[in-house]
């Protein structure tokens, strides 16, 4: 019988508790179990950071993470970041300033904008770069992902007024 282990932690504030296999992938937990397909994946190997959310709120790959690693943590989707109808202040900005084409990098850039503006709330360009270095989009050239995150930061700031 293939061994199953138990995890509880926590997906956008909401308690989780599964049955998994030990080789059960964050990604594939988030996606097949919850229906969150707004955790895209792609390149399935750490590499182009499609699937990036928010553990213990740092940005990692989750199709690279083994589900049992984040017993007892937390996780944050871009489900977490808005509501339809009520977006949050980094996906409109990134909708205000032609953040995505395809959209498909998109949820992956908007938890990295999310930590970064956490960690460094008024972040210069090289900043901006360097954090979403980590992740590829084959759309926009970029720029506009940058300028999204500008405005992102200073909505931010604005609500936090
Ligand atoms: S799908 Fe996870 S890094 Fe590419
Ligand atoms: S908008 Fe298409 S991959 Fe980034």
């Not at 977490?80 to 998109?106: L, S």
Request: charged share 25%; glycine share 10%; proline share 6%.
């Amino acid at each position: 019988m293939t061994e199953r282990i138990t995890i509880a932690f926590e997906v956008d504030g909401r308690p989780r508790e599964e049955e998994i296999a030990p080789s059960t992938v964050l990604a594939d937990l988030l996606r097949d179990r919850y229906a969150m397909t707004g955790v895209k994946t792609s390149c399935e190997r750490g590499v182009c950071g499609a699937c990036t959310t928010l553990i213990d709120g740092v940005p990692a790959a989750s199709c690279s993470v083994f589900a049992f690693s984040v017993d007892g943590g937390t996780v944050e989707t871009i489900a977490g970041q808005g509501a339809p109808g009520a977006p949050g202040p980094v996906q409109r900005a990134f909708a205000e300033c032609g953040g995505f084409q395809c959209g498909y990098c998109t949820p992956g850039m908007i938890m990295l904008a999310t930590a970064l503006l956490r960690a460094h709330p008024d972040p210069d360009d090289e900043r901006i770069r360097s954090w979403i270095s980590s992740n590829v989009c084959r759309c926009t050239g970029y720029q506009m992902i940058i300028d999204s995150v500008r405005r992102a930061a200073e909505l931010l700031r604005e609500e936090a007024r």
